[in-house]
């Protein structure tokens, strides 16, 4: 039985189907998904610096953001990269091209119980497996909780015209540091509609109040962007678990996809990209080798950064702001960004910290590297 199911058709699912649609043909593959979280309530924005398969499903590209941080709003340009906004359906449709005319690609409503020898328990019932890609299920053995990052988004819709439908904001630090670190994000979509959301750094084991982040929200609208009348359209609110270390993704014929996998970046919330470029290594895998297993991992210390921020910034919630200021000074967003994509080299690094407090981040790194 030379099977493969994907455990999950959501973000991470759906992209793994896409890229072995197009990169193996000699399995047959079945997604399994309870629906549970339906795509239709899913948005995710993310940076690209290059083309993947499924940039058609991006409904808004832009090329700047607004970043307002240490007293000052600033216009980046991106660089290389473009900011890219996919909505739940659209990846589903885009994905459909490359699966639909496959005759061995189908998608199964049921709900994984858990993986098993040879294969995975769907709805009770074994389903035999040569590969599990699981988005769903995870490892026993979880990395520790660093942080937990907690957003709640309200899609606004404003009489007045306050947004600006071109440059979205990736981090604002007008609003009250009390529940953690914390900034307010915005997405338009037009000049009176937009996703405003306020997110937190918060401690492991620390309660989040939902009245203290509504009214952040609040302010923010009405004292920062200056909405006057307006409307709540819908609210999104989640709590990611933010961990640095890389869970174990392997298991004799299993592979964790997607946040289970680790792929959820520990110091942004943000796991699209990443799951793009991780999609396309599995189905190069298997394509070359008929195994999953030759993937690259980025550099060990891209991890320990990670940790040492959330460390440091659950400790001393003032401290976001000076390492998001100091990682976006320069002209364009593409030193950060490239640093936040891994794949900078120690020099640039050195460079991006500097203005950070070295002895803060040095102690807590030794700290770190200790336990
Ligand atoms: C509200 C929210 C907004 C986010 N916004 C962004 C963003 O803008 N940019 C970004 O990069 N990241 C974002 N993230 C983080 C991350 O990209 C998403 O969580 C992403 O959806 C993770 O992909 P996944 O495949 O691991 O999980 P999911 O996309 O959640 O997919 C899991 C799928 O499995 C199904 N399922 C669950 N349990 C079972 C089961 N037992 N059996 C069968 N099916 C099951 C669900 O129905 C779902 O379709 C966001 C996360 C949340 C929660």
Redesign the pocket.
């Known amino acids: 039985m030379t099977r493969i199911v994907i455990?999950?058709?959501?973000?991470?699912?759906l992209s793994l189907a896409a890229h072995l649609a197009v990169a193996d043909h000699r399995h047959p593959v079945v997604v399994?998904?309870?629906?549970?979280?339906p795509?239709g309530n899913?948005?995710?924005?993310?940076w690209s610096s290059r083309p993947g398969l499924l940039d058609a499903a991006a409904s808004r590209w832009f090329d700047k953001i607004r970043v307002h941080v240490n007293g000052r709003t600033t216009v980046l340009g991106l660089g290389r990269y473009r900011y890219r906004v996919v909505r739940g359906g659209d990846l589903a449709a885009v994905v459909h091209r490359y699966t639909d005319p496959l005759k061995h690609f189908t998608f199964q409503r049921?709900?994984?119980?858990g993986v098993a020898d040879g294969g995975l328990v769907v709805d009770g019932h074994f389903m035999r497996a040569r590969w599990v890609f699981d988005?769903?299920?995870g490892t026993d053995e979880e990395p520790p909780l660093d942080a937990q990052l907690v957003f709640r988004g309200w899609r606004v819709s404003s009489e007045r015209a306050v947004f600006d439908a071109e440059i979205p904001t990736l981090f604002d630090f007008r609003t009250p540091q009390v529940s953690g670190a914390s900034f307010v994000y915005v997405l338009p979509e037009d000049a009176h509609h937009a996703l405003v959301e306020h997110t937190a750094f918060v401690a492991p084991g620390m309660p989040h109040d939902e009245t203290t982040q509504r009214e952040a929200l609040t302010e923010y609208l009405m004292e920062v962007a200056g909405v006057g009348e307006h409307e709540i359209d819908r609210e999104?609110h989640?709590v990611?678990p933010l961990r640095a270390a890389q869970p174990s993704r392997s298991h004799e014929h299993v592979l964790t996809?997607?946040?289970?996998g680790g792929?959820?970046k520990a110091s942004t919330?943000?796991?699209?990209?990443r799951?793009q470029r991780d999609s396309a290594a599995i189905a190069e895998s298997m394509r070359r080798h008929g195994h999953p297993f030759d993937l690259q991992e980025a550099p060990p210390r891209f991890r320990l950064f990670d940790g040492v921020l959330l460390d440091v910034v659950t400790r001393e919630p003032a401290q976001l702001e000076r390492a998001f200021g100091a990682l976006f000074r320069h002209r364009t967003a593409e030193p950060a960004l490239r640093f936040l994509d891994e794949e900078t080299t120690v020099p640039q690094e050195l460079r991006l910290f500097a203005g950070m407090p070295a002895a803060t981040y040095l102690a807590a790194a030794r700290h770190r590297l200790a336990r």
Do not use: C, K, N, P
Not at 7 to 13: D, L, N, V
Not at 32 to 37: E, K, L
């Open positions: 455990a999950g058709g959501g973000m991470s699912g399994v998904d309870d629906g549970t979280r795509l899913m948005t995710w924005a993310s049921g709900h994984v119980d988005s769903v299920i999104e989640a990611l996809i997607g946040t289970q792929l959820l919330g943000f796991a699209y990209q799951v």
